[in-house]
């Protein structure tokens, strides 16, 4: 591997400017001429817009203009959309309503964007904003998807009757219901998935720059995708034609989903710069973050999982409502059917599964994908379920799990998923060993003594990553196909840029890319830089979501590398007189196998862009782009494992230990894998023990929006991990790699609410399990 | 437009700037004098991405008002390295990956140093007690915790 090569621990090569302080995010950047944006947004969950009086705003100290969705509107800039088309099970498409940037004659929830206002100063345009006079008649409005379904609850769409935007299913319903009839046991479980706030710590931001001179449009935005965003911004909301928009996404401070949509903030500032004549920037306060960003999960599930005599699961049958919010967000419609549903299999072999998912409008914030998407909710609902049937029937969880794995390869699931490869038992026995479960009955005794109730619970994840082969989404209504690209750059002198269309938010591409690269020509990975992030550089891109930069954007470096290399060999060949097929290029240098004759790395790069000594008929040049379009899905899985101690005078969990052994294929950096492990991890404990966005049902209002009221994890709430790695190949891409940015935050919710219902026996118990929840769960208990 | 005439010592320089009555010192350092390494991650002091040190004390800059560091000794992230040479917080962050985003990390690593400043030998719960007013939603605080232990035994030795 080399000490810069795969698999090496390569410090990361992007820290020494962000811990100089040197990071370049959208709110670092300034342009010539530069004013501020705020947005006037509704205070109100549903409303009508009945006027909008701009005149006192208008007059307020150093106020550029104020601009309204009728003008938008008149400049034809388009509505927000969905771009995953579902059906419905009576085949009618899904039913998606309007989504204005800026809205115009009805509000949907508090936070809808209104107005903005451009001033010369930040806290001019906030003050300016709150002068803008806007008349509403309040609607009743609804923020818990089970209550947009009843009748009478009030319509938010006239496009989706009900507020159902679509009824679908996914399965054999008459195998699981004959199989559930026939059970020797059936596990019944109410499954409710929280509501989350993504909460990337840096806030959203947007600066629009249009320039009259050039007739040339520049978005600096916090993306996870620039390419999909100039894309949309371009077909969709026609904002700018394609070939004069360029979005740059620079340094973007986390994304965790939130930042693969194209919200409305990003359309308004490019246009209100060309209304304007001015670049316009706007950076979103935590507080517009928390109303607007697009929330994660919020699910309401039952689910019956069957077993025969021998304790094989039969079947699972599940019935989900999925809340949507307001509007539906880019990829809204994808989470709770293809990200969720087909991963309903887990790691057990059971031959008869059906899902049905209704999704519905609600007055709350957009609902998206938030890290695991979909995955999360359908791991939750597995692993609690099966813990509990554990529990039922009276045999070890681990028993359990171990006799219904899939154990042979490759595995045809029952909704639409082949799995390639994998070794749970591999994952259960090092996690296992690791979290020492079978001494676990002591530590529980020695924690008895003190007064506390000591739980243990695992959870064994699989996700669906490195989506995805295009035409495999395409046949399932995505509107994109989800490829990657690469080009590979070789300098004059030996120096290698490699453009990317994956986007590094925190996940260390400068380095992992570089890593691969070094590994390949065996050159330093300082002598080679990755380019990503911005539209006028890197042709297209489909960009970093969904754990897929590795499988799929490292992929494509590979194929550009193999191109290079192939050209680089025949020069190398052609220089030393010597055969093609005897050329092999190895630390820094191309040598013909088995004689000491050799050219350096550079000389050959020279030799490229010289031309004076090419093969014939070699074009000149050491440049080379490719597209890669996975063959499937990748695999990760893993087993977790958690063990908390329960104080019942007071109701506080604190975790003791907590282990995770998951399985990444081939891994690139294991630093850098581990922090990735831990995030992850951070945020499915946040998600068990702490978060939870809450409406007050009767004003739609949002009363955790602010660092005050919505917990986030703290050091302080949090243990150190024990993480580890097997390791079974990915058999469908060149490196053999899974990927590994969501499994912490899949895999480890479950296996913190096993151990906190094992501690306290009582299985009732929601997340986020609060000392009051749990204190309650345990007096309750006690009554039994 | 007028503003209020502020003489203050940034990094050990002496800073000369103008401000208005209601701007934080964090819309100063940013928009002012280019010191955009302190973030605002929510302009409640609730994150601790502005943290900055006042007079050798650990603040949340969004806090503060730009007029207040009259007189005063600013330190913030920009300061921290000796030229080229990193601060042994710096270097270990960037040993132990103990950043993602980088977002927060400027802020982490001022608030570490103020808490080695004050205890030069913490314990684990010590460093995650300390930390908790930094908020980090990438690393889950753990190679944030190993990167300050390691620092702070360099920092012993030295």
Redesign the interface.
């Known amino acids: 591997m080399g000490i810069e090569g795969i698999g090496a621990r390569v410090a990361r090569k992007e820290d020494r400017r962000f811990i100089t302080g040197a990071g370049r995010y959208v709110d670092d950047m300034v342009v010539p001429g530069m004013k501020h944006a705020a947005f006037v947004r509704s205070p109100h969950a549903h409303a009508e817009i009945k006027k909008i009086d701009v005149k006192k705003a208008k007059a307020m100290p150093g106020v550029i203009d104020v601009l309204l969705g009728k003008e938008l509107k008149t400049d034809g800039i388009g509505n927000l959309i969905c771009g995953w088309m579902i059906h419905s099970k009576d085949g009618t498409p899904m039913k998606m309503g309007a989504w204005s940037p800026l809205a115009v004659d009805r509000v949907r929830y508090v936070g809808d964007a209104v107005a903005i206002v451009v001033a010369e100063t930040k806290s001019q345009a906030r003050d300016a904003a709150e002068a803008v006079e806007i008349t509403y008649k309040e609607l009743k409005s609804v923020t818990e998807a089970v209550d947009a379904l009843k009748k009478g609850a009030p319509q938010i769409h006239p496009e989706a009757d009900g507020n159902l935007i679509y009824d679908w299913e996914i399965g054999d319903a008459k195998a699981t219901d004959a199989a559930i009839a026939k059970a020797a046991h059936v596990t019944k479980m109410h499954i409710v998935n929280n509501r989350l706030v993504p909460n990337a710590m840096e806030p959203r931001a947007a600066l629009g720059h249009y320039d009259k001179a050039e007739d040339h449009y520049t978005c600096w935005t916090t993306s996870q995708n620039p390419h999909v965003a100039r894309l949309v911004m371009s077909a969709f909301y026609n904002v700018a034609p394609e070939n004069k928009l360029r979005v740059i996404a620079p340094d973007v401070g986390g994304g965790f989903g939130s930042k693969i949509y194209i919200y409305p903030e990003e359309i308004v500032c490019l246009w209100a710069s060309k209304k304007t004549g001015v670049p316009v920037k706007w950076v979103a306060d935590r507080t517009e973050s928390f109303l607007t960003d697009a929330h994660g999960r919020d699910h309401v599930t039952e689910v019956q999982m069957a077993f025969d005599k021998d304790n094989k699961i039969t079947a699972l049958k599940v019935d989900t409502i999925a809340n949507f919010g307001a509007y539906m967000s880019l990829f809204s419609s994808a989470v709770p059917t293809y990200l969720y549903a087909t991963l309903l299999s887990g790691q057990y072999v059971i031959p008869a599964i059906h899902a049905n998912v209704r999704a519905v409008y609600t007055n709350t914030a957009p609902v998206d994908a938030y890290r695991g998407a979909g995955r999360p909710e359908a791991t939750y609902l597995l692993e609690r379920t099966v813990e509990t049937a554990a529990r039922e029937l009276g045999v070890s969880p681990a028993d359990l799990r171990r006799k219904n794995f899939i154990t042979t390869f490759p595995y045809q699931t029952p909704v639409i998923m082949c799995y390639d490869a994998g070794d749970y038992a591999a994952s259960l026995d090092a996690a296992m060993k690791a979290a020492d479960y079978a001494g676990f009955a002591k530590r529980k005794a020695a924690a008895a003594k003190k007064g506390k109730l000591r739980g243990i619970g695992m959870s064994n994840y699989i996700e669906a990553c490195g989506i995805a082969p295009s035409a495999a989404v395409g046949s399932l209504g995505a509107g994109v196909g989800l490829w990657e690209s690469a080009e590979v750059r070789v300098n004059g002198v030996g120096t290698i840029e490699v453009l990317t269309g994956s986007h590094s938010h925190g996940q260390g591409h400068e380095t992992t890319f570089a890593q691969l690269v070094a590994d390949r020509f065996g050159v330093p990975i300082d002598s080679v830089s990755i380019v990503h992030g911005d539209t006028d550089k890197v042709q297209m891109g489909m960009g970093t979501y969904g754990s897929r930069s590795g499988a799929v954007g490292m992929s494509a470096i590979v194929k550009a590398l193999d191109k290079v290399e192939k050209k680089a060999k025949k020069i190398a060949a052609h220089l030393m007189e010597a055969d093609e097929g005897d050329i092999v290029i190895e630390n820094g240098v191309a040598k013909v196998a088995g004689t000491d004759k050799n050219v350096p790395w550079f000389q050959v790069a020279l030799a490229a862009y010289t031309a004076h000594n090419l093969p014939a008929g070699m074009e000149p040049g050491l440049k080379e782009g490719a597209f890669y379009d996975p063959s499937n899905f990748t695999f990760p899985a893993g087993c977790y494992i958690c063990e908390v101690e329960v104080d019942p005078e007071t109701g506080v969990t604190e975790i003791v230990q907590f282990v995770a052994a998951d399985d990444f294929g081939n891994i690139i950096n294991p630093m850098i894998v581990e922090g990735q492990v831990h995030g992850g991890i951070a945020q499915g404990v946040g998600q068990a023990l702490l978060e939870g966005a809450s409406y007050d049902g009767a004003s739609g209002q949002l009363v955790t929006a602010s660092y005050m009221d919505y917990a986030m994890p703290r050091a302080d709430d949090l243990p150190s991990f024990q993480v580890s790695t097997s390791n079974t190949p990915c058999p469908s891409n060149p490196l053999g790699i899974k990927g590994c940015g969501e499994a912490g935050a899949i895999g480890s919710p479950p296996a913190v609410m096993n151990a906190i219902t094992d501690a306290i026996g009582n299985n009732d118990l929601t997340m986020p399990a609060t000392p009051q929840k749990v204190w309650a769960a345990v007096r309750a208990a006690k009554k039994h | 437009m007028a503003g209020l005439a502020v003489s203050t010592t940034i990094n050990g320089d002496s800073v000369e700037y103008l401000c208005?009555p209601?701007?934080t010192l964090l819309?100063v350092l940013?928009d002012r004098l280019g010191?955009?390494?302190?973030?605002?991650?929510?302009?409640?002091g609730?994150?601790g991405?502005c943290s900055i040190i006042l007079d050798g004390r650990l603040v949340c800059s969004c806090l503060v008002l730009g007029a207040e560091a009259e007189g005063r000794r600013v330190e913030?992230?920009?300061g921290?390295?000796d030229g080229d040479v990193?601060h042994p917080l710096?270097q270990k962050?960037?040993?132990?990956?103990a950043?993602?985003?980088?977002?927060?990390?400027?802020g982490f690593?001022i608030a570490a140093k103020d808490l080695l400043a004050r205890n030069p030998d913490p314990t684990?719960?010590e460093?995650?007690?300390g930390?908790?007013g930094?908020?980090?939603?990438?690393?889950?605080?753990?190679?944030?915790?190993r990167a300050v232990q390691d620092a702070a035994s360099v920092m012993r030795a030295a």
């Open positions: 208005q209601d701007e819309d940013r010191l955009t390494g302190a973030k605002e991650g929510c302009g409640t609730d994150c991405a913030t992230i920009e921290m390295a990193l710096q962050f960037i040993e132990h990956a950043l993602q985003c980088g977002i927060c990390t400027p690593l684990e719960e460093i995650r007690f930390l908790a930094n908020l980090c939603r990438c690393t889950g605080y753990d190679k944030i915790v």
